[in-house]
């Protein structure tokens, strides 16, 4: 059982303290409830750019991550389509300069020219890496809009187009960043070698002096249901040709999400999933075969991906996936499976809980989905999914009509 208290300063910041006194350590997790589907269509990738402009310096500390080095601390950061999340940890004795650096990038960064230059040239870098030079880098760029018609999940969470970031400027930087980056618009959660009474009185001493912030209203567009099925064929000169597949799903607090994320284990837990088992060693169609649920706030995907062998009819590929999707909706051979999944499911859980750094992270994202509870009975929703339950899911969800299918054809020559 992890123990938790949480209280919220008058600015509406929302702080959560877990106290473990067996690590030296505190870790701080700082989650502002920003990602790209806050983004204009006309102007993406502002989410992500946020996440490297953060460490380029602060109203009144130039240089982020020396201040923090010298007393032992590491950080890092990621944005996703819903979230940005910065955390670190550090000595517990030095815990209040973690509070001293997170507070005064809250409070407004340096918002220069240069700053700005230098971050949009190291994403756009970091674009090229990914996507355009990277075999196989653009074919979400490809699904992601085959599934999504007009909600900002369309796009990923480092742009739709490059050309976004390489023209934006400081007026529209400063827009967005005070219209979401305000401890109304953010979670702390600090766990570790730190007790409530300190964690209070550093969180009003650091942030209870920023002001609320008007927050930009989320109103975003519903994704209509897909009614019939989505194909895409490109060509590319990449090693092996790919097959992608999106179903629709709910959203992360949904009746159904555990159900959907044990079906992807059972699909491709590992080299005993149903895919994996099938399709890569018994049939040899595939290279390697994944499938994953995407975990969104709004209504998401599952995914299923695979790299064929040299010579395989990539119909006769999906043809094969298909099957093994049949074969799960007719709930064949599968209570020993689902038994080997739960357990993998809880000792994962429970050892990602030993580290202070996950149960920051988790504490914050719990509070964002109404419920930081939810770190002590997520295992126990995960386990409570019976075999009824996955046959009706799969049967709903993992249907032609509502897949989005994306065949990455190879022109390479051998």
Request: with cysteine.
């Amino acid at each position: 059982m992890i123990n938790y208290k949480r209280f919220s300063l008058e600015n509406g910041l929302r702080v959560l303290v877990h106290e473990d006194k067996s690590t030296p350590l505190v870790a701080m997790n700082l989650l502002y409830n920003v990602g790209s589907r806050d983004e204009n269509p006309e102007m993406t990738g502002l989410a992500h750019l946020f996440e490297h402009l953060m460490f380029g310096g602060s109203l009144n500390i130039p240089d982020y991550d020396t201040p923090l080095q010298l007393v032992g601390g590491e950080n890092n950061a990621f944005t996703s389509n819903d979230i940005t999340n910065y955390y670190l940890t550090i000595p517990a004795e030095n815990i209040e300069t973690g509070f001293w650096l997170e507070s005064d990038r809250m409070l407004e960064l340096d918002f220069s020219q240069k700053n700005l230059d230098t971050q949009k040239n190291v994403v756009i870098e970091e674009f090229n890496q990914r996507f355009i030079n990277q075999p196989y880098g653009e074919a979400l760029l490809k699904l992601k809009p085959l599934a999504y018609k007009i909600h900002p999940y369309r796009w990923p969470t480092i742009g739709m187009d490059i050309t976004h970031i390489e023209s934006t400027d400081l007026k529209q930087v400063k827009s967005f960043f005070f219209s979401h980056y305000a401890p109304n618009n953010a979670i702390l959660a600090l766990t570790g070698n730190i007790e409530y009474e300190l964690a209070f009185k550093l969180s009003q001493k650091w942030f209870g002096s920023i002001e609320k912030r008007k927050i930009q209203s989320r109103n975003l567009p519903v994704e209509p249901e897909q009614t019939e099925e989505r194909i895409m064929t490109i060509e590319k000169d990449v090693p092996s040709t790919a097959l992608y597949k999106a179903w629709h799903i709910g959203p992360r607090n949904s009746m159904d999400f555990y159900t959907l994320d044990l079906i992807t284990d059972l699909l491709a837990g590992g080299e005993s999933g149903r895919l994996y088992t099938k399709l890569v060693r018994e049939k040899k169609l595939f290279s390697e075969i994944n499938a994953y649920i995407t975990a969104d706030l709004d209504p998401g995907l599952i995914i299923i991906q695979g790299k064929l062998m040299k010579n395989i009819d990539i119909q006769y590929a999906e043809e094969s996936v298909n099957l093994v999707i049949n074969d799960l909706q007719n709930g064949n051979n599968m209570k020993d499976e689902m038994e080997k999944v739960k357990n993998k499911f809880e000792s994962s859980t429970v050892f990602s809980n030993t580290s202070i750094l996950n149960k920051a992270a988790n504490l914050s994202f719990f509070e964002l989905l109404g419920n930081p509870g939810l770190i002590n009975t997520e295992a126990d929703a995960y386990r409570s999914v019976t075999q009824e339950m996955v046959i009706e899911a799969t049967r709903k969800f993992i249907i032609p009509s509502n897949c989005s299918t994306l065949n990455y054809l190879s022109t390479r020559k051998e």
